[in-house]
């Protein structure tokens, strides 16, 4: 016998087998990326906006701070300085090209011979680099003079560049108080252009040498004994005409 | 079949693409260009520190210079409006008379008037004097042994020594003396 459950129209129903359907979720590559990208950006967007704010206030601190350098700059100072700077460039220019007339002398000193007087001389400074001499010369002979112009040569001070010319000769007359001749010479006179370096004749300030003293208000001219002493030493200086070249 | 999310994951990309283009890269490019302006700043304020630094060691070295010395500068190279016409023809006539030489004559000449071309900054003002004197020949190196140590610039230009009677020499000279001339701009634009 069968059961009346057996009987049934309805279809008999096995048992339920569940089917195990995979729960596994599908993420997609797409998926990440997108909230990446999202997040990211968001981020970024923010690090960006933070960033700006903290470089604008950075730029802000440098501006001041320069503006401070600039004002703290003081242009007075400065037009200060550079006029003491200047001047002392002028100073040094004219102390380092200062030279020493009395050792032009002194050289022109020892390179005269004895039987040379120098009748008259001029001298002309061109710019800073040499000294131009131009001198009227007397002397006794020929061979005088070609000593003479050796012994120029030979000078350490004297530039070699000597123009001897104008060689004349004349016959001068001894004459005495009576106008009679007690003898006769002969003359030779030249004339000599001579150059001197300014390099040759430094002027060095000589710790002994006494500097000039603060001019007192009062002028005078010396008076006629002290020409009359002189005249005197300077016919004493004549008289060793040799040392003197004029 | 479309899921979902596709949608608002593709609006995602796109909102931040929009946000990329529209605010990251020009906020990059304006944070870039910040940058280089700080660092044209930064430059700009260690120049001006350096000649700010250089400019205060110049002013201490200035001040270091006893006032001694200062004047004396101020002496030897004075300002252009101080040479006196007169002065310096007093001090060559007291020279004179130290030297022992009889002073005929000094006289202002007149300045220099070079031309702009020959004119350096280290050129001063040159003022020119004429100057004669009568003496010996030892007189007159003494004369000039004196010129030599003033304290102030006393040059020979010219001098023409001739003898005179009673064996003295007739001495004529032209002397330059010195005074600063300023040849800075008044508005020197400083940077």
Same mark, same amino acid.
């Given at each position: 016998?069968?059961?009346?459950?057996?009987?049934?129209?309805?279809?008999?129903?096995?048992?339920?087998?569940?089917?195990?359907?995979?729960?596994?979720?599908?993420?997609?590559?797409?998926?990440?990326?997108?909230?990446?990208?999202?997040?990211?950006?968001?981020?970024?967007?923010?690090?960006?906006?933070?960033?700006?704010?903290?470089?604008?206030?950075?730029?802000?601190?440098?501006?001041?701070?320069?503006?401070?350098?600039?004002?703290?700059?003081?242009?007075?100072?400065?037009?200060?300085?550079?006029?003491?700077?200047?001047?002392?460039?002028?100073?040094?220019?004219?102390?380092?090209?200062?030279?020493?007339?009395?050792?032009?002398?002194?050289?022109?000193?020892?390179?005269?011979?004895?039987?040379?007087?120098?009748?008259?001389?001029?001298?002309?400074?061109?710019?800073?680099?040499?000294?131009?001499?131009?001198?009227?010369?007397?002397?006794?002979?020929?061979?005088?003079?070609?000593?003479?112009?050796?012994?120029?040569?030979?000078?350490?001070?004297?530039?070699?560049?000597?123009?001897?010319?104008?060689?004349?000769?004349?016959?001068?007359?001894?004459?005495?108080?009576?106008?009679?001749?007690?003898?006769?010479?002969?003359?030779?006179?030249?004339?000599?252009?001579?150059?001197?370096?300014?390099?040759?004749?430094?002027?060095?300030?000589?710790?002994?040498?006494?500097?000039?003293?603060?001019?007192?208000?009062?002028?005078?001219?010396?008076?006629?004994?002290?020409?009359?002493?002189?005249?005197?030493?300077?016919?004493?200086?004549?008289?060793?005409?040799?040392?003197?070249?004029? | 079949?479309?899921?979902?999310?596709? @949608?608002?994951? +593709? !609006?995602? /990309?796109?909102?931040?693409? $929009?946000?990329?283009? =529209?605010?990251? #890269?020009?906020? @990059?490019?304006? +944070? !870039?260009? /910040?940058?280089?302006?700080? $660092?044209?700043?930064? =430059?700009?304020? #260690?120049?001006?520190?350096?000649?700010?630094?250089?400019?205060?060691?110049?002013?201490?070295?200035?001040?270091?210079?006893?006032?001694?010395?200062?004047?004396?500068?101020?002496?030897?190279?004075?300002?252009?409006?101080?040479?006196?016409?007169?002065?310096?023809?007093?001090?060559?006539?007291?020279?004179?008379?130290?030297?022992?030489?009889?002073?005929?004559?000094?006289?202002?000449?007149?300045?220099?008037?070079?031309?702009?071309?020959?004119?350096?900054?280290?050129?001063?003002?040159?003022?020119?004097?004429?100057?004669?004197?009568?003496?010996?020949?030892?007189?007159?190196?003494?004369?000039?042994?004196?010129?030599?140590?003033?304290?102030?610039?006393?040059?020979?230009?010219?001098?023409?020594?001739?003898?005179?009677?009673?064996?003295?020499?007739?001495?004529?000279?032209?002397?330059?003396?010195?005074?600063?001339?300023?040849?800075?701009?008044?508005?020197?634009?400083?940077?």
């Amino acid at each position: 016998m069968t059961s009346s459950s057996n009987n049934s129209f309805i279809p008999k129903r096995g048992p339920v087998k569940r089917k195990q359907t995979s729960t596994t979720r599908q993420v997609y590559i797409f998926t990440y990326i997108s909230y990446i990208l999202m997040f990211a950006t968001l981020l970024s967007t923010g690090g960006v906006y933070l960033y700006g704010q903290y470089i604008d206030n950075q730029l802000d601190e440098e501006i001041t701070a320069l503006n401070n350098e600039i004002s703290s700059f003081s242009g007075e100072d400065l037009a200060r300085v550079t006029e003491f700077d200047l001047r002392l460039q002028q100073a040094s220019s004219r102390l380092e090209n200062s030279v020493s007339i009395t050792s032009v002398f002194e050289a022109l000193q020892a390179a005269t011979i004895g039987t040379v007087q120098i009748m008259n001389l001029k001298m002309t400074r061109e710019a800073d680099e040499k000294f131009i001499l131009t001198a009227q010369i007397e002397t006794d002979s020929f061979d005088s003079t070609i000593f003479q112009r050796g012994e120029f040569r030979r000078s350490n001070i004297i530039s070699e560049e000597i123009v001897i010319s104008g060689v004349n000769t004349d016959v001068v007359a001894n004459t005495n108080q009576e106008g009679s001749v007690l003898s006769t010479g002969t003359v030779v006179s030249f004339s000599a252009l001579l150059e001197v370096p300014l390099s040759n004749v430094p002027y060095v300030p000589s710790a002994s040498a006494p500097a000039v003293s603060a001019a007192p208000i009062t002028i005078s001219q010396p008076d006629t004994e002290n020409a009359a002493e002189d005249t005197s030493s300077s016919e004493v200086t004549e008289d060793v005409v040799n040392n003197d070249p004029v | 079949m479309i899921p979902k999310g596709l @949608f608002a994951q +593709i !609006g995602m /990309v796109i909102l931040s693409v $929009a946000i990329i283009i =529209t605010y990251v #890269e020009p906020a @990059f490019r304006d +944070i !870039g260009e /910040v940058q280089d302006n700080i $660092a044209v700043y930064q =430059t700009e304020k #260690e120049k001006v520190s350096l000649v700010n630094d250089q400019l205060n060691s110049l002013l201490q070295i200035q001040k270091d210079v006893s006032l001694v010395d200062q004047n004396r500068l101020l002496t030897y190279m004075p300002d252009e409006d101080t040479i006196d016409p007169i002065a310096i023809p007093r001090d060559l006539a007291l020279i004179s008379v130290q030297a022992g030489v009889i002073y005929k004559n000094a006289a202002f000449v007149g300045s220099s008037d070079k031309s702009s071309a020959d004119v350096t900054e280290e050129d001063p003002q040159a003022y020119t004097f004429s100057y004669s004197v009568e003496g010996t020949y030892t007189q007159v190196k003494n004369l000039f042994s004196l010129l030599e140590q003033n304290h102030y610039p006393l040059e020979v230009r010219d001098l023409s020594i001739s003898r005179i009677e009673g064996g003295f020499l007739s001495v004529e000279m032209t002397i330059d003396t010195y005074a600063y001339r300023n040849s800075l701009p008044t508005n020197t634009l400083v940077f």
